[in-house]
């Protein structure tokens, strides 16, 4: 009776012993040395893994860091903080790193731009720019199929009504909506200017007027307005220099065709719509 | 020989862990959404299931049957599987860091997977030699590998089609796997 209790007992304890051991012995003969410091670095990132930075993720970049590969500003997600927390770990002084966010350059939603044919394909807009660049007239425009909202790794990027809207407050300018927009209508611009051009196309303006009621028709009212110089019309476009910008909103308000976009006037839309 | 081939084609095809035992259902929905996650799964249970396969085979056979331990199987299997997948990830971290950041993840999360254990009790119950142990956990594992991987296909179609509401995400996916199974139960009449 005791010894059919005794037996399989001792013969458990035995093999647990033996694994522990065994377990524990491997701990030491296959210890593998470590990187402190990127797994220091790694836990001041933010771990979104979003590969804004050109390594494949938050570990990638901190080991590169902690080799001296890259900077310590290089996570434009984490921003200054993180840039500071890891210049403390790494014993240097941090650059200051320019937070930036994604600006979608283009206005033309379903209301306002024409539209060449019926898409009914894949729901990406990868496959939408191989059927002559997208359904919408415009070569330059949006595609609004929400490529760049699915890639997205913080969620901030909504379709509204066939245009992708970039939410200011959740991105934080990884840029990865950047490389998956094929019509490149997707910029990064400094976190704290108010004012974008959402217009992109480079047609002259009569042509634009034919399709686009959004599109910039180069009338160069801006240029003329902007006190800092920042604004220049080039094919048929304007464009901010945001190094000059001084974020004054003249433009915005002196534009004709109301597409020079300002942070306060999406979040008036986003309101009404609630 | 004939023999070995029997157990090979039975574990993969007609007794298909997933679809005819349903042994390792909860990675087979859990990790099959990308043909690439899944064949990585499918290594790493491919790796971990022959291995057990031998370890548990010895474990039964030098330990517990001498001592009449049989009824204790099931734990003892869990106790050294456990111990084996840690020991191999440890190995592997040290001496072949391409495989071990190949497998990754998957490595840990099956463990005590239900198809692993499953191997081994099968192995138990079907009497086979240590050969056969070691060839019907491999191809248990290919089989598995092989389910999961198709499956990951069918799901990556699934994206693309429009399926009623009340069957969108998990309900769908249900019923693809019973498809897939019944497709899988028309090897059942291929018994020798």
Redesign the interface.
């Given at each position: 009776m005791l010894k059919d209790i005794l037996t399989p007992a001792l013969i458990f304890v035995g093999l647990g012993v033996l694994m522990g051991a065994l377990l524990a012995v491997a701990t030491k003969v296959f210890h593998v040395e470590k990187n402190e410091k990127a797994e220091e670095i790694a836990a001041c990132l933010p771990g979104a893994n979003c590969g804004g930075c050109g390594y494949t993720g938050c570990a990638a970049l901190a080991e590169a860091i902690a080799n001296g590969e890259a900077k310590v500003n290089s996570c434009t997600v984490g921003g200054a903080e993180a840039a500071n927390k890891i210049a403390a770990i790494m014993g240097v002084e941090a650059e200051a790193a320019v937070r930036m966010r994604a600006e979608v350059m283009c206005t033309g939603n379903h209301t306002n731009a024409i539209k060449k044919y019926k898409y009914m394909g894949v729901h990406d807009c990868v496959a939408a720019s191989k059927l002559g660049g997208g359904d919408k007239v415009c070569p330059n425009g949006c595609i609004g199929l929400g490529t760049c909202a699915a890639h997205c790794p913080f969620g901030a990027i909504v379709i509204e009504n066939g245009i992708a809207r970039v939410d200011h407050k959740k991105c934080r300018g990884c840029g990865v909506c950047v490389t998956f927009c094929p019509k490149n209508v997707i910029k990064l611009v400094p976190y704290d200017k108010d004012v974008w051009v959402g217009c992109s196309s480079v047609d002259k303006g009569v042509k634009i007027k034919s399709y686009c009621e959004v599109g910039c028709i180069a009338c160069r009212i801006c240029e003329k307005n902007c006190p800092a110089g920042a604004i220049t019309v080039n094919d048929n476009v304007a464009r901010i220099d945001y190094s000059k910008c001084i974020n004054c909103g003249l433009c915005a308000e002196k534009c004709p065709r109301k597409i020079i976009e300002t942070v306060g006037r999406q979040e008036k839309l986003r309101e009404e719509k609630k | 020989m004939s023999n070995i081939f029997l157990i090979m084609f039975g574990a993969i095809l007609t007794e298909n862990f997933i679809f005819s035992r349903f042994y390792g259902c909860c990675p087979f929905l859990g990790v099959s959404d990308k043909p690439s996650t899944a064949l990585g799964m499918g290594m790493a249970v491919t790796f971990v299931m022959t291995l057990s396969s031998a370890a548990t085979y010895a474990?039964y056979y030098l330990?517990l049957e001498p001592?009449g331990?049989e009824y204790?199987k099931t734990?003892?299997f869990i106790?050294?599987i456990a111990?084996l997948v840690?020991?191999i990830e440890?190995?592997l971290?040290?001496?072949i860091p391409s495989l071990y950041s190949a497998l990754g993840i998957y490595l840990p999360l099956i463990t005590t997977n239900c198809a692993v254990l499953g191997a081994a009790l099968v192995n138990i119950q079907d009497q086979n030699s240590f050969v056969e142990s070691v060839v019907f956990g491999f191809s248990a594992a290919l089989g598995f590998t092989m389910a999961i991987t198709v499956f990951a296909g069918v799901r990556a179609k699934m994206q693309?089609s429009d399926p009623p509401k009340s069957f969108r995400g998990f309900p769908i996916l249900l019923i693809a796997a019973s498809l897939a199974a019944m497709a899988f139960s028309g090897f059942s009449g291929m018994k020798f």
């Open positions: - | 474990v330990l001592f331990l204790l734990i003892a106790l050294v111990s840690q020991f440890m190995f971290k040290k001496y693309l």
